[in-house]
């Protein structure tokens, strides 16, 4: 298989999208190419994936095609998990990563738990971010959750302060007491941002304070 010639199939037929196409469009095209490589051996979906990255900028879907090819998501290893984060540069991007390659992989004991703390210590925030995103694609468990946002219970960082609210806010559903407890132990530490939106969640179980 010609690897960056499909690449730059690929990359033709989502610029080929109308300008207000949404999601549904972009993963339209990814379902048809994730059926295309079922038979494709891991590595050179792998292949793919990076050249579709670091050539053209589609890391949504480069990522995708991973999370979706059973044998390309298993052939994973820390190194080219990291190989696939890196140039995180946005929001969206490291939310992307962590929903459908860091986090999955650490679940899946293909990214162990020391390596997500590593990112929660790195200098650049959106790897903070991609430590606290990972928590929560799957649900990375209680134990784990709150040893992440330990470490960064001091980060004002506005992208990880959000990560930080959304990942404990995520977390009520399963242990409410572990995060009340969290909250409490960390009170003069947490951004006031984290502790208005947690104890909203708390207290009404909505999502944000607009809702209310």
Avoid at 28 to 50: I, S
Wanted: aromatic share 8%; proline share 4%.
């Amino acid at each position: 298989m010609d690897v960056p010639a499909l690449a730059q199939e690929i990359d033709r037929c989502l610029a080929a999208l109308p300008p207000d196409a949404g999601v549904p469009e972009f993963r339209r095209v990814r379902r048809e190419y994730t059926e295309a490589l079922r038979g494709v051996p891991a590595q050179t979906v792998l292949e793919l994936a990076l050249t579709l990255l670091k050539v053209h900028g589609r890391r949504g879907t480069a990522y995708e095609l991973v999370h979706h090819h059973r044998a390309a998501f298993r052939a994973l290893t820390p190194r080219l998990v990291e190989e696939l984060g890196e140039g995180l540069s946005s929001w969206g991007a490291t939310d992307a990563f962590g929903a459908y390659i860091s986090g999955p992989a650490w679940h899946a004991g293909l990214v162990n738990t020391a390596e997500v703390q590593r990112w929660a210590g790195s200098a650049d925030r959106w790897w903070r971010r991609a430590a606290l995103v990972s928590c929560i694609y799957p649900r990375g468990g209680v134990e784990r959750t709150l040893a992440v946002c330990r470490l960064l219970v001091h980060d004002r960082d506005d992208m990880v302060v959000k990560a930080m609210s959304w990942a404990l806010r995520e977390l009520v559903r399963f242990d409410r007491a572990a995060v009340e407890g969290f909250l409490s132990e960390y009170e003069r530490a947490l951004a006031a941002r984290v502790k208005r939106e947690l104890r909203h969640k708390l207290r009404t179980g909505l999502k944000n304070l607009r809702r209310a």
